[in-house]
T-cell receptor, first 109, second 113 residues
Framework: GIQVEQSPPDLILQEGANSTLRCNFS?????LQWFHQNPWGQLINLFY???GTKQNGRLSATTVATERYSLLYISSSQTTDSGVYFC???????????FGTGTRLTIIP | EAEVAQSPRYKITEKSQAVAFWCDPI?????LYWYRQILGQGPELLVQ????????DSQLPKDRFSAERLKGVDSTLKIQPAELGDSAMYLC???????????FGPGTRLTVL
Protein backbone atom coordinates (compact mmCIF):
# COMPACT_ATOMS: atom_id res chain seq x y z
CA GLY A 1 0.00 0.00 0.00
CA ILE A 2 0.89 3.65 -0.16
CA GLN A 3 3.44 4.95 2.34
CA VAL A 4 3.05 8.39 3.90
CA GLU A 5 5.85 9.98 5.88
CA GLN A 6 5.88 13.28 7.69
CA SER A 7 8.70 15.46 8.93
CA PRO A 8 9.80 16.60 11.34
CA PRO A 9 8.31 14.17 13.90
CA ASP A 10 8.50 16.80 16.63
CA LEU A 11 8.71 20.58 16.52
CA ILE A 12 8.96 22.98 19.46
CA LEU A 13 8.60 26.68 18.70
CA GLN A 14 8.19 29.95 20.48
CA GLU A 15 4.86 31.70 20.10
CA GLY A 16 4.91 33.93 17.03
CA ALA A 17 7.31 31.76 15.04
CA ASN A 18 6.58 30.31 11.60
CA SER A 19 6.80 26.63 10.70
CA THR A 20 6.72 24.31 7.72
CA LEU A 21 5.53 20.71 7.98
CA ARG A 22 6.20 18.24 5.19
CA CYS A 23 4.29 15.19 3.94
CA ASN A 24 5.83 12.76 1.44
CA PHE A 25 3.82 9.99 -0.19
CA SER A 26 5.02 7.02 -2.21
CA UNK A 27 2.46 6.86 -5.01
CA UNK A 28 0.21 9.06 -7.11
CA UNK A 29 -2.81 10.39 -5.26
CA UNK A 30 -5.99 12.16 -6.32
CA UNK A 31 -6.40 14.12 -3.13
CA LEU A 32 -4.75 14.86 0.18
CA GLN A 33 -6.10 16.09 3.49
CA TRP A 34 -4.35 17.87 6.35
CA PHE A 35 -5.72 17.48 9.88
CA HIS A 36 -4.94 18.96 13.27
CA GLN A 37 -5.53 16.62 16.20
CA ASN A 38 -6.10 18.63 19.34
CA PRO A 39 -5.13 17.48 22.85
CA TRP A 40 -8.61 15.94 23.30
CA GLY A 41 -8.13 13.73 20.26
CA GLN A 42 -10.48 15.49 17.86
CA LEU A 43 -9.31 15.48 14.25
CA ILE A 44 -10.03 18.86 12.71
CA ASN A 45 -10.02 19.29 8.96
CA LEU A 46 -7.56 21.90 7.79
CA PHE A 47 -7.29 21.44 4.05
CA TYR A 48 -8.51 19.22 1.25
CA UNK A 49 -5.80 19.87 -1.30
CA UNK A 50 -5.15 17.48 -4.20
CA UNK A 51 -2.88 20.01 -5.88
CA GLY A 52 -1.94 23.67 -5.84
CA THR A 53 -2.04 26.06 -2.90
CA LYS A 54 -4.77 27.00 -0.47
CA GLN A 55 -4.81 29.49 2.37
CA ASN A 56 -6.98 29.82 5.43
CA GLY A 57 -5.96 32.61 7.79
CA ARG A 58 -2.53 31.90 9.22
CA LEU A 59 -2.41 28.47 7.62
CA SER A 60 -1.65 27.56 4.06
CA ALA A 61 -0.91 24.34 2.22
CA THR A 62 0.74 23.41 -1.04
CA THR A 63 0.59 20.03 -2.76
CA VAL A 64 2.90 19.15 -5.65
CA ALA A 65 1.32 15.91 -6.78
CA THR A 66 3.86 15.24 -9.54
CA GLU A 67 6.66 15.27 -6.95
CA ARG A 68 4.59 13.46 -4.31
CA TYR A 69 4.76 15.90 -1.44
CA SER A 70 2.68 18.45 0.40
CA LEU A 71 3.65 21.28 2.74
CA LEU A 72 1.68 22.88 5.55
CA TYR A 73 2.72 26.38 6.58
CA ILE A 74 1.77 27.90 9.91
CA SER A 75 2.59 31.56 10.42
CA SER A 76 2.63 33.56 13.65
CA SER A 77 2.12 30.42 15.76
CA GLN A 78 -0.21 30.52 18.76
CA THR A 79 -0.37 28.15 21.71
CA THR A 80 -3.68 26.83 20.38
CA ASP A 81 -1.80 25.53 17.33
CA SER A 82 -0.20 22.88 19.55
CA GLY A 83 -1.13 19.29 18.79
CA VAL A 84 -0.39 16.66 16.19
CA TYR A 85 -0.68 17.42 12.50
CA PHE A 86 -1.49 14.57 10.12
CA CYS A 87 -1.63 14.39 6.38
CA UNK A 88 -3.72 11.61 4.85
CA UNK A 89 -4.16 10.28 1.34
CA UNK A 90 -6.88 7.99 -0.03
CA UNK A 91 -6.57 4.60 -1.66
CA UNK A 92 -7.89 4.36 -5.19
CA UNK A 93 -11.28 2.73 -5.28
CA UNK A 94 -12.64 2.95 -1.77
CA UNK A 95 -11.03 6.25 -0.78
CA UNK A 96 -10.02 4.99 2.67
CA UNK A 97 -7.42 7.30 4.14
CA UNK A 98 -3.86 6.28 4.88
CA PHE A 99 -2.49 8.62 7.51
CA GLY A 100 1.06 9.83 7.82
CA THR A 101 3.28 9.42 10.83
CA GLY A 102 2.31 12.83 12.20
CA THR A 103 4.19 15.92 13.38
CA ARG A 104 3.81 16.89 17.02
CA LEU A 105 3.91 20.68 17.30
CA THR A 106 4.40 22.37 20.66
CA ILE A 107 4.11 26.15 20.86
CA ILE A 108 5.68 27.69 23.95
CA PRO A 109 4.29 31.02 25.26
CA GLU B 1 -22.30 23.38 11.06
CA ALA B 2 -23.24 19.68 11.01
CA GLU B 3 -20.94 17.34 12.88
CA VAL B 4 -20.32 13.63 13.29
CA ALA B 5 -21.58 12.47 16.68
CA GLN B 6 -20.02 9.65 18.71
CA SER B 7 -20.78 8.14 22.08
CA PRO B 8 -19.59 7.44 24.63
CA ARG B 9 -16.59 9.78 24.65
CA TYR B 10 -14.74 7.62 27.16
CA LYS B 11 -15.10 3.97 28.09
CA ILE B 12 -13.24 1.95 30.68
CA THR B 13 -13.82 -1.78 30.72
CA GLU B 14 -12.20 -4.95 31.94
CA LYS B 15 -10.79 -7.48 29.54
CA SER B 16 -13.21 -10.14 28.33
CA GLN B 17 -16.13 -7.70 28.64
CA ALA B 18 -18.21 -6.50 25.69
CA VAL B 19 -18.19 -2.86 24.58
CA ALA B 20 -20.11 -0.95 21.95
CA PHE B 21 -19.57 2.41 20.31
CA TRP B 22 -22.10 4.50 18.40
CA CYS B 23 -21.67 6.92 15.52
CA ASP B 24 -24.14 9.24 13.83
CA PRO B 25 -22.70 10.68 10.63
CA ILE B 26 -23.47 14.03 9.08
CA UNK B 27 -26.94 13.96 7.55
CA UNK B 28 -26.86 12.86 3.95
CA UNK B 29 -23.41 11.30 4.13
CA UNK B 30 -23.60 7.90 2.48
CA UNK B 31 -20.10 6.71 3.36
CA LEU B 32 -19.11 5.97 6.95
CA TYR B 33 -15.72 4.88 8.27
CA TRP B 34 -14.52 3.47 11.58
CA TYR B 35 -10.84 4.06 12.35
CA ARG B 36 -8.72 2.94 15.29
CA GLN B 37 -5.89 5.10 16.56
CA ILE B 38 -3.30 3.63 18.90
CA LEU B 39 -1.44 6.16 21.04
CA GLY B 40 1.39 7.78 19.10
CA GLN B 41 0.21 6.57 15.70
CA GLY B 42 -2.10 7.76 12.95
CA PRO B 43 -5.62 6.35 12.59
CA GLU B 44 -6.06 3.12 10.66
CA LEU B 45 -9.24 2.01 8.93
CA LEU B 46 -11.23 -0.80 10.50
CA VAL B 47 -14.35 -0.80 8.35
CA GLN B 48 -16.01 1.26 5.63
CA UNK B 49 -19.74 1.38 4.83
CA UNK B 50 -21.47 2.64 1.73
CA UNK B 51 -25.05 3.15 2.90
CA UNK B 52 -25.80 -0.10 4.77
CA UNK B 53 -23.24 -2.24 2.91
CA UNK B 54 -19.71 -3.04 4.03
CA UNK B 55 -17.21 -1.89 1.39
CA UNK B 56 -13.99 -2.76 3.20
CA ASP B 57 -13.52 -4.68 6.44
CA SER B 58 -10.17 -6.24 5.59
CA GLN B 59 -8.51 -4.79 8.71
CA LEU B 60 -11.34 -5.61 11.10
CA PRO B 61 -10.45 -8.43 13.56
CA LYS B 62 -13.62 -10.32 12.84
CA ASP B 63 -13.16 -12.87 15.61
CA ARG B 64 -13.97 -10.17 18.15
CA PHE B 65 -15.07 -7.04 16.29
CA SER B 66 -18.36 -6.47 14.50
CA ALA B 67 -19.88 -3.41 12.86
CA GLU B 68 -23.30 -2.65 11.48
CA ARG B 69 -25.17 0.17 9.81
CA LEU B 70 -28.59 -1.36 9.48
CA LYS B 71 -30.55 1.54 7.99
CA GLY B 72 -27.64 3.20 6.29
CA VAL B 73 -27.56 6.05 8.79
CA ASP B 74 -26.01 5.55 12.24
CA SER B 75 -23.57 2.77 13.00
CA THR B 76 -22.42 0.60 15.91
CA LEU B 77 -19.01 -0.94 16.43
CA LYS B 78 -18.81 -3.78 18.95
CA ILE B 79 -15.91 -5.59 20.57
CA GLN B 80 -16.50 -8.90 22.34
CA PRO B 81 -14.48 -9.87 24.25
CA ALA B 82 -12.27 -6.83 24.76
CA GLU B 83 -8.53 -7.42 25.11
CA LEU B 84 -5.82 -5.23 26.63
CA GLY B 85 -4.47 -4.43 23.17
CA ASP B 86 -7.79 -2.90 22.15
CA SER B 87 -7.09 0.19 24.24
CA ALA B 88 -7.15 3.01 21.69
CA MET B 89 -9.16 5.89 20.29
CA TYR B 90 -11.99 4.79 18.01
CA LEU B 91 -12.86 7.41 15.44
CA CYS B 92 -15.84 7.61 13.13
CA UNK B 93 -15.79 9.63 9.93
CA UNK B 94 -18.29 10.33 7.18
CA UNK B 95 -18.33 11.74 3.69
CA UNK B 96 -20.87 12.31 0.97
CA UNK B 97 -18.89 9.82 -1.07
CA UNK B 98 -16.26 9.58 -3.70
CA UNK B 99 -13.36 11.95 -3.38
CA UNK B 100 -15.03 14.22 -0.85
CA UNK B 101 -13.55 15.47 2.42
CA UNK B 102 -13.86 13.07 5.37
CA UNK B 103 -15.21 14.62 8.55
CA PHE B 104 -14.33 13.03 11.88
CA GLY B 105 -16.26 12.76 15.11
CA PRO B 106 -14.73 13.44 18.55
CA GLY B 107 -13.88 9.76 19.05
CA THR B 108 -14.34 7.23 21.83
CA ARG B 109 -11.31 6.65 24.00
CA LEU B 110 -11.32 3.02 25.17
CA THR B 111 -9.26 1.75 28.07
CA VAL B 112 -9.20 -1.98 28.73
CA LEU B 113 -7.97 -2.99 32.19
Amino acid sequence: GIQVEQSPPDLILQEGANSTLRCNFSDSVNNLQWFHQNPWGQLINLFYIPSGTKQNGRLSATTVATERYSLLYISSSQTTDSGVYFCAVPSFGNEKLTFGTGTRLTIIP
Amino acid sequence: EAEVAQSPRYKITEKSQAVAFWCDPISGHATLYWYRQILGQGPELLVQFQDESVVDDSQLPKDRFSAERLKGVDSTLKIQPAELGDSAMYLCASTRGGKDTQYFGPGTRLTVL
